[in-house]
């Protein structure tokens, strides 16, 4: 190997070479941190939230002013009533807010009444009548959901707080963390507010809650209560695989033809609610993508700037070395071997860069710590790239003539 | 040891066309130490080139130690420069970036032998041009004859059968010119076949053999000795 007489030589005209290899530094750094980060933003979005997203229709009613209890309730019944009468829909729910909606209650839970009792743990809570299992397309782990008779009813938000319901369902995620001896299904948890009693009757695999930048989006709770009153009323439509867009397309006109009088809005698809929840993340994704991506360009450009000067500055040296026998693949390697070293001394700041920089994020962003394996990832891709970028300018010295040797010019 | 036959070059750049060298025959053998002269333009540089593979030639055969070169491939053109011939240029084309030792052992490397043969290889060429104890210096921190010597050190450390030296000592002033020659002188007396290009009548004659290039061809060389005695009668009565 020819390392340390190019070694030496690079040392001899080290400015270029060191302003390549800082950029192959602050590449590497940015690189490993970027895609750390892009990879778990990735991961972030891609969690499957337990609801069937493919085939659900959601939409908000606003009624023109509050409306009494039984005749809140009879409208729902109503529209619900309609809606699976719609062609395509499997199933109809009435709720008090989305899930993922970065809207919604956020509820504590506890083994006990006791009011400092630890085992407090907040979920996201969603209320739910007894087709809301089929609605959502949530698969139900073990117990039940629960039926008609349970659905307790409530005039309003204050009525419901004052009353809770004996029966609940959660969350496998909740029944982990609330009881972690695996003995959830039968078991009683309490409101941590007022510490009312219910019995968790079944656990569904997974529904992710309201709230998707919180790391507690797993765990979640549905109690068996309809509200009335309408002042945050969601009907939850699921439908038969493939018709979702029809479904879509009508469900306005279904509605208002039980009753004109109010406001639908935010039709939407559970796509679009996705979208919408992770839309931060897809933005930051994109701009850390076209961060390292710029970077890598850069970084691309200054190898192949650098090893194209040199090749210019060394033509004389290069038919030199073809006259004393090298030969084009001699040559060809010479500058491989160059732009290689270029890199792998940036790659070397760069890793103490890379974790530098990953102890400040986390300190500061409270960002996860950097995997490790991003660093051997990352270096091996700017070896690559350093090769790539070289390979033209080498190719060309390896196309210079030895006769360039006995040249005066 | 090197026969060349009927050697035509011709260098083409856009419409024009120069002849470089029109069937030209010279053939050199064992042991020799052959000096070429010749006007600037008279394809003294071309024939080198050629002689010492570094280009093609258009028509003609070339038989350099008894083997055919005139068809051969860049490798095999290469591995023969490497293991055959030795270079010394007019400029030493010495690596500014390089010390001496590495200056010396770029061919070896590209011979591949190992670094102890190499580093055994470079100190004896080292001390046969005088300069064992500059292996760590740069060629900027030699003089123009030292550098010189480390181009013969360099195109001496792979063995060759033949030395090419193109104007060996016209960078140099005529001491050191002197010392150049007589390391040739030397080298030749050892064994190793020289051919030298040179238009500097003095050097020619220390050589064993001059022949004398016009237009690309070997012309009779009374005559260009007749030329210099005329310039040198000249010039004595100018004086």
């Known amino acids: 190997m020819e390392i340390r007489p190019i070694l030496s030589a690079l040392l001899r005209n080290r400015t270029g070479p060191l302003l390549v290899a800082l950029q192959v530094a602050i590449t590497l750094a940015v690189l490993c941190n970027a895609a750390f980060i892009v990879q778990q933003r990735l991961a972030k979005m891609d969690r499957p939230s337990g609801y069937d997203e493919d085939n659900l229709v959601t939409l908000q009613v606003i009624n023109f002013g509050r409306l009494p209890k039984e005749a809140g309730l009879a409208a729902i019944a109503a529209d619900l009533g309609a809606l699976r009468a719609m062609p395509g829909v499997v199933a109809a729910s009435a709720t008090a807010s989305l899930p993922m909606s970065n809207a919604g209650f956020g509820w504590g839970f506890q083994r006990t009444a006791d009011a400092n009792d630890p085992t407090n743990t907040s979920a996201s809570l969603m209320l739910a009548d007894q087709y809301g299992l089929e609605a959502f397309g949530l698969q139900l782990e073990s117990g039940r959901w629960f039926t008609p008779e349970e659905i307790g009813t409530a005039a309003d938000f204050a009525e419901f707080g004052a009353t809770l319901p004996a029966t609940v369902v959660i969350s496998r995620a909740l029944a982990d963390q609330l009881f972690p001896d695996g ?14 009693p219910a019995t968790v009757i079944g656990i569904v ?20 209560v309809v509200i009335a009153s309408g002042e945050s009323l969601y009907y939850v439509i699921r439908t038969r695989p493939g018709e979702r867009a029809a479904v879509q397309r009508e469900v306005e006109s279904a509605l208002l ?35 390292i991506a710029l970077l890598v360009a850069v970084t691309v450009l200054g190898v192949f700037g650098l090893m194209s000067f040199n090749v210019n500055r060394r033509r004389k040296q290069i038919g030199t070395r073809r006259a004393l026998g090298a030969r084009r693949s001699d040559v060809v390697r010479h500058f491989l071997l160059e ?14 860069l890379a974790v530098g920089l990953s102890v400040w994020l986390v300190s500061t962003f409270d960002l996860p710590k950097l995997d490790w394996r991003y660093l051997p990832v990352g270096v091996l891709a700017l070896w690559i790239v350093g090769q790539l970028a070289a390979y033209g300018p080498a ?3 390896a196309g210079i003539e030895p006769a360039t040797a006995t040249r005066s010019v | 040891m090197l026969q060349m036959k009927g050697i035509s070059k011709v260098y083409r750049a856009d419409v024009v066309q120069t002849s470089a060298l029109r069937d030209f025959n010279l053939t050199v053998d064992e042991g020799e130490f052959v000096a070429v002269t010749g006007p600037s333009g008279s394809g003294k540089t071309t024939f080198l080139n050629i002689a010492g593979l570094l280009e093609a030639f258009d028509a003609g055969s070339y038989l350099l130690d008894g083997q055919d070169v005139s068809r051969l491939g860049d490798d095999a053109r290469s591995r023969i420069r490497n293991e055959k011939i030795g270079f010394i240029f007019q400029g030493f084309n010495l690596i500014a970036d390089l010390n001496v030792f590495d200056n010396v052992d770029v061919p070896l490397r590209y011979r591949g032998f190992r670094a102890a043969e190499r580093a055994q290889r470079i100190q004896r060429a080292l001390e046969l041009v005088g300069l064992a104890s500059r292996g760590k210096h740069l060629p900027s921190q030699l003089s123009g004859g030292q550098q010189q010597r480390v181009a013969i050190a360099r195109a001496l450390a792979g063995e060759p059968r033949f030395l090419l030296a193109d104007e060996p000592t016209g960078n140099l002033d005529s001491v050191m010119a002197r010392q150049v020659m007589e390391l040739l002188e030397e080298i030749n007396g050892r064994g190793t076949t020289i051919i030298m290009v040179t238009h500097d009548p003095e050097l020619a004659r220390r050589a064993r053999r001059n022949v004398h290039m016009l237009d690309g061809q070997v012309t009779d060389f009374t005559e260009f000795e007749a030329a210099i005695r005329v310039r040198e009668t000249r010039a004595a009565a100018g004086a």
């Open chain 1, 257 to 291: 033809a039980v009753d004109p009088r109010r406001i639908l809005r935010d039709v939407r698809s559970f796509g679009e609610i996705r979208a919408t929840a992770y839309q931060n993340d897809r933005a930051m994704t994109i701009t850390l993508l076209t961060v």
């Open chain 1, 183 to 196: 003995k959830a299904l039968g078991a009683t948890v309490y409101d941590s507010s007022t510490r009312a």
């Open chain 1, 395 to 397: 190719r060309r010295a």
């Open chain 1, 205 to 224: 695999e997974r529904a992710q809650g309201y709230f998707v930048n919180n790391p507690g989006v797993e765990r979640s709770a549905f109690y068996p």
């Open chain 1, 339 to 352: 732009g290689w070293i270029v890199t792998t001394a940036g790659a070397v700041i760069g890793v103490a």
